[in-house]
């Protein structure tokens, strides 16, 4: 009698664990799955925020960029007038002179390799604008570092061009006196 | 003398010229480029 009624408990608890057992593993479920989740949501979270500093580091550039380009064009535009006035002062003075007789051969070769030195950095100094005028935001971290190396090159050429037109200048004033 | 008469642009005296466009060229600066900031 009491082997009947020791079976009989023991079945019926049974009943009583397999749902408590069963509530444990869902709930140990249920958290893999939050865990799961909150991952998935602060890696989306860093992607988000990779993503906006690259766009940030990109607009600066660009504007950066562009600064250059108009800075470029400012300067430039300043050095081809001013020297393009001195040429044009210097060869009013050299013709006056040829009518009275003077030699001006060796100022008169200086000054037309000036003027043609003066069309170079005019040109050599566009592209450099052009360069920096045309940055763009499609393109990868290496094509844009390279138009800046590019860009950097072109600028650094016109500029030296510039002042090889200031050096026969002088020269070509020097051979005057 | 009417100063509107005054040409500007008429020819000076050779030396004064010479001078003057002395002067532009020495004061004439070709500035150094920097473009580290893009670097």
Redesign the interface.
């Known amino acids: 009698m009491h082997k009947i009624l020791l079976a009989t408990i023991i079945f019926c608890s049974s009943f009583l664990f397999v749902p408590a057992l069963h509530a444990e593993t869902s709930t140990g479920k249920v958290g893999d799955d939050n865990s799961q989740k909150i991952q998935q949501e602060l890696e989306a979270r860093r992607e988000e925020q990779r993503q906006e500093i690259q766009t940030k580091r990109i607009e600066t550039r660009l504007r950066l960029a562009k600064n250059h380009a108009e800075r470029l064009q400012k300067r430039f535009s300043f050095y081809y007038e001013r020297l393009n006035n001195i040429i044009t002062r210097f060869q009013a003075r050299l013709d006056l002179s040829k009518t009275e007789g003077k030699d001006t051969t060796t100022s008169q070769q200086l000054l037309d390799q000036a003027k043609s030195n003066l069309l170079s950095a005019e040109s050599k100094g566009k592209e450099a604008i052009q360069t920096f005028s045309s940055f763009n935001p499609e393109w990868s971290q290496d094509e844009m570092q390279n138009k800046v190396r590019l860009g950097q090159s072109q600028a650094e050429e016109a500029r030296n061009a510039f002042k090889q037109v200031l050096e026969l200048l002088k020269s070509a004033l020097k051979s005057y006196d | 003398m009417d100063e509107s008469l005054i040409d500007s642009t008429a020819?000076t005296s050779?030396s004064t010229?010479?001078d003057?466009?002395?002067a532009?060229?020495n004061n004439?600066v070709?500035?150094?480029?920097d473009?580290s900031?893009?670097?």
């Open positions: 020819p050779e010229e010479i003057s466009l002395k532009d060229i004439t070709i500035f150094e480029e473009f900031d893009l670097e």
